[in-house]
């Protein structure tokens, strides 16, 4: 028997069997997939998700994999440009960086295993079960592994399937298709003038959605579209396009190859009315819809609730409270943590993605360094988001008027 059970080995399950393994709690860490396996993503790192992995001894090793990102900038849909540098305060670190996810994930998932929890690859989970048993109970997590039934018992579970919700939908915790963005992302080469920027663009991009280049190498690049409002079966293939074929796309890819094929996967960001829990079962990262409405960031607070879930975690099992409050105790930190931050950022969303406003925007932060600040902060995650927040105080946080 196990302590806890974390399914899924992206950066939300690695980060809860490492923070788990840490507390030297018995941790088994379940994946469909053999790792290394790639995730379709833009693989960017924002210095929140850098400051974790320094918490789990990765900063130098990634680093050299990775590559430093020290500007952040950003196109109006008029082509007009604005930037500044990514020192966003707070303690975090001055850069971030982009890691190809076949890297990164493989290497997250290597500190859980030196940390000391087990992996099994290959375990399609698809149903998270309680047992009662004389006066005790447990968690039994069953699936699928080389067309075998398998059956794993633990004191509770994690859950950071990611983006897919069968499993969540199965267990009751989800009753409805969960709102997303659809995104698609293809790498190029050779391509030229990339700098040490991430670069977000709305000038043709599909709005309401934004477009993205991040360099993996001085002239290899990620690059991407997201789409915030869609039909369920809309794909980013048709928007992608579009995005590579301005004037100003062409010119940067003029010398460049695209490398593998467009891919396309679903972010879900609905964290503002997701669950974050069932009975003996936390959710972390995608599974809770931690994905920033306005951006599409998701590693950075999957490795942080990754964190969370196993303090409560290893709090609940330590104690052997299983109580509702208990449960309901990670939400509330979830909530203290995210829930202006993200009401903050889906408010901004709302607004910002009008073409008028983003080339008001961008005009006026190259006017207005605090403005220019203050984005850079928002996009990544930065800026400390308290109360309640309005359109109206979203619109006068940003501008200041
Ligand atoms: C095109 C695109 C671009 C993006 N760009 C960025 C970016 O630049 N920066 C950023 O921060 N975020 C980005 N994101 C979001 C980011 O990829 C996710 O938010 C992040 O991967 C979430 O981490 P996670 O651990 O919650 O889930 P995931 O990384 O999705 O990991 C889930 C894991 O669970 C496993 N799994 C799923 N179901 C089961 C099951 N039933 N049984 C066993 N295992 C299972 C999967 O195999 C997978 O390994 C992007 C997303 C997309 C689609």
Known sequence: MYDVIVVGAGPGGSSAAYFLAQRNLRVLLLDKAHFPRDKTCGDGLTPRAV?????????????????????????????????DVIAIGSGLPDHALVVPRLKLDERLLRQAINAGAHFQPGVRVDDVR??????????????????????????????????????????????????????????????????????LRFDGAPLPGYGWIFPVAPDMANIGVGYFRHQRAA???????????????????????RVGPLKGYPLRDDFLSSPTYGQRVLLVGEAAGLVNPLTGEGIDYALESGQV?????????????????????????????YQALFAFCAGVRAWCVRPLVLNVLVRMA??????????????????????????????RALIGV
């Open 309 to 337: 879930a196993a303090e409560h975690a290893a709090a609940m099992v330590t104690s052997g409270d299983f109580s509702q409050q208990a449960h309901a105790a990670y939400d509330r930190e979830l909530r203290d943590r």
């Open 130 to 199: 309680i047992e009662q048993g004389k006066g005790t109970a447990h968690v039994e997590v069953t699936g699928e592994q080389m067309n075998r039934r398998v059956a794993f018992q633990a004191q509770m579970a994690i859950i950071a399937t990611g983006a897919h919700s069968q499993l969540l939908h199965r267990l009751g915790l989800l009753s409805r298709p969960p709102q997303f963005i659809v995104a698609a992302r293809a790498y190029f080469e050779g391509v030229e003038g990339l700098g040490d920027a991430w670069a």
């Open 235 to 257: 794909s980013a293939a048709k928007p992608f396009e579009s995005f590579v074929s301005t004037p100003a796309m062409r010119a940067l890819l003029a010398r460049a190859q």
């Open 51 to 83: 400051h974790m992995t320094r918490l789990m001894g990765l900063a130098d090793e990634l680093r050299q994999i990775g590559y430093v990102i020290r500007r952040f900038e950003v196109s109006a849909p008029n082509g007009h440009v604005t930037g």
């Open 366 to 395: 190259n006017r207005r360094r605090d403005l220019r600040r203050q984005l850079t902060r928002v996009v990544l995650g930065g800026a400390p988001v308290r109360g309640r927040l309005t359109l109206w105080r979203a619109m």
